[in-house]
C-alpha cells in the first residue's frame, strides 16, 4: 500500500486527509487500562469494534487482555484470518447462512492453542438455529461454542428483559452438548455517554440490580452464572465497583473521541489522551473562515462533528459542516485569527469506531503530531465487515 513507504518519514510527508494514530498516547492508553483490570483482578476483553485491526488485538492481548469483542461474524472471521484467537461475538446471529460461518469459525478457532469462539443469544429459536447448524459441523464434538445470554440492563436494544425470560434460556442452551453457557451478557451503551459520573453512577446501579436478579434466579433453577461480561469505557469503574462484573468490554479508550471528552472525568477511572486524530490541511482561506480538506468522508458525524485539535502557537478554531471533502474552520475565542493557506489542521474525530472504518490503514507516529516519525502502518483488517 502506498502509506506504507512513510515509515521512517516525518508527520509532515503525510499526505491529507489522513488518519493518524499516536502511538506513544495510545500506548498510555493501553498500560492505564491493563493496570486497573489487573489492581482491581477483573478480566479486560475490549471491544476490537473500536479499532478492528488484528494488530491492535494482539497488543491489547500481550498487554493483559484475555481476548477481543466484535459485533460483527465478519469482523470475527477477519481477525481471526489475521491471528486473534480469543474472540466473542456479542451479538445475536440469526441467518443460517451466518450460522454456518460461525460453526465454521468454532471449528477452526477451537484447533488453536488458547482458541475460542463465544456468541450473545436472546432467544429459543437463536439458540435453537445455532445448535442445528453446529450439529452438522460438528457432531461429535461437546461445548464447541460458549454462549452468553444477553439481558436489556437499560440499553433498549438486543436481550431478553432480566429475569425469568433468561433462566428459560439457559435452560434452552443445557438441551445441546455442543453449547455451553459461558454467563451474561450486560451491557448499557446508552450510559456511556452520560456527562456526569453521577447519572452513570445511577444509571448503572440499576443495571447492577437487574443482574444481581437475573443471575439469582438462574441460580436457583440450579445453574451457575460463570462470568458476567459486559461494561464500557464511560462506565466500567462502575462495573468493576459493583463485584458482579468479571469482564469489562471498553473499546474507546484506547483512542478516545471527542464525544468521550464531553464527559465529566471520574475520579475511579484512569485519565485517557486522545490518540486518534484527522491530519488535513487548509485548502482556501475566505473572509471569516478557512477550508479544510476533510470532510464527512474522512471522519463519522454520528456523535457530532470534530474537534480541532490546537496544538501550541496555533489559534482556537472549530470545526463546521462543510460537506463530503471539506470542513469549515472558524474562529472559537476572542482571537479572530485563522490559519494560513498549507497549514496543517488536526482533528479529533466525533466517534473513533466509525471514523477508523472509512480507512485502510491507520498511520502510526511515534514523537508527537509535530515532529514525530511515521513508525508503522496499521492495517484496517475487518473495514467494511458489516455481515
Known sequence: MANHRLVGLGVDDIDTP?????????????????????????????????HKSAVLAELQVRGGAVGVCVQKTSEA?????????????????IAP????????????LSLREGGRLALAVDSVQGIQRLAEVLAGVLPDAAAVLDVFVEIDVGQGRCGVP??????????????????????LQAYHGRAQHLRSPAQRREVIARAVADVVTTRELIEAAGFTVPLVTGAGTGTFA?????????????????????????????AAQPVFEHALFIKSQVVSVRAGH????????????????????????????????????????????????LPMLGDTVWLIPGHCDPTVNLHDTMIGVRGGLEAGIVERVIRVDARGALT
Open 18 to 50: 489522513a488518519i493518524v494514530v499516536d502511538l506513544d498516547a495510545m500506548e498510555r492508553n493501553l498500560t492505564r487500562m491493563a493496570a486497573f483490570a489487573q489492581r482491581h483482578g477483573i478480566r479486560l476483553r475490549p471491544h476490537a469494534k473500536m
Open 97 to 108: 447462512a451466518k450460522l454456518r460461518r460461525v460453526a465454521a469459525l468454532a471449528r477452526t
Open 77 to 93: 472471521e477477519a481477525l481471526a484470518a489475521a491471528g486473534v484467537n480469543d474472540i466473542y461475538i456479542s451479538n445475536e446471529v
Open 290 to 337: 478557512a477550508v479544510c480538506d476533510a470532510g464527512h468522508k474522512s471522519h463519522a458525524i454520528d456523535s457530532g462533528l470534530p474537534r480541532v485539535h490546537a496544538l501550541e502557537g496555533q489559534p482556537d478554531l472549530e470545526y463546521a459542516n462543510g460537506g463530503d471533502e471539506h470542513g469549515l474552520l472558524r474562529p472559537a475565542g476572542v482571537d479572530d485569527s
Open 162 to 183: 432480566p429475569g425469568d425470560k433468561a433462566v428459560a434460556l439457559v435452560q434452552e442452551i443445557q438441551l445441546y452438548p455442543a453449547l455451553r453457557f459461558a454467563g
Open 238 to 266: 462502575q462495573e468493576t465497583a459493583s463485584g458482579v462484573y468479571g469482564e469489562l468490554q471498553a473499546g474507546s479508550y484506547l483512542f478516545m473521541d471527542a464525544d468521550y471528552a464531553s464527559n465529566e472525568p471520574d
